[in-house]
């Protein structure tokens, strides 16, 4: 729902508040102090997300300030929210398993999380322009969350990944880094903080790096594994692990957003890179098989040559699940 008059969101709301099951709330920031005058019942909502439609106002947050118009929503268990610090809705907090926030600071990420103790879900996309303000802020556990998703910085200088040298996640079973300030240094030191029981992690490495690969990533019990827009300088390093035995658990690798970009490969590229290290990787007895492995190009693709594709009909035929194409549909049908 958008609704860019207060008159016209108040009279949605009284109209069908008691039935929404999600509701996507775009507002603009002058609003949000009118909204305390209107309660609402949303009996039944389960899903919130609230975003500004003027998000070029800087926002001020005073301590006896409240938004609560959501009070009354006993079933809610998802929200997402906007530049808006969690501290400034009366929500019930403590019943929120999944939540996302969105361009926001790391202190009020931190705020976040220590608000919702029973979150299990949880993804951020920071802004942040000064990278002392890390180094002021305590170092926080939460010990429930199992899915934790870090997004593209908001900020030209970066930051979301670094997010990780305050927290703790020692039930994380599932962790996504898709931002482009990704620091090798700081995942080693969370991971060995957290001892995690990881089983996917995804992750996008920077291009320009040769990055080494640390025995505390290659021996996690990993069994999945997505590497985005696979990089000249690390995608070899990264097959002669795994051709070596590194991450021995592991049942699925996907390749992702292959492109002809400067420092990275195609997917033709990786394609003729990985054959013989899977078929390597099959004679071990230490590792359990690969189930499936994808290579999924960013946008077009020209024709692969059938010497690239011969080693993938094979292990397709073997009972692998090979996968070779875009987002939107496969490149090459793998049947003998």
Known sequence: MRVNNFPGLTNTLSRHSQRMRSLEFHVDLEHLDKMNIHLFNFALLQKLSVRLLDTETEIEVHADDFIEIFKSAPLLREALLEELPPSLFTLPWQQITKFTGEYYTAALCLNALKLMSNLVECAFSVFEIDEDAFDDLQMFSHTNIQYFSIFESQSPLGWSAKLLRLVTFPALQTLKIRANDFDEVVLDSFLQRSEPPLQKISIHPLGGMKLRLSPLLTELGL???EIYHPAV?????????????????????SLLGCRAEDGELTGAEVLEMAATPIFNRRKLTQCVQLQSFRVVEERTYAAYPEPILLPFRELKAAGMDVYIGTNQYRCCNLRS
């Open 223 to 225: 069994t999945e594994l």
């Open 233 to 253: 300088g690390f995608l070899p390093l990264f097959f002669d692990f795994f051709a070596g035995g590194a991450l021995p658990r592991l049942q699925s690798l």
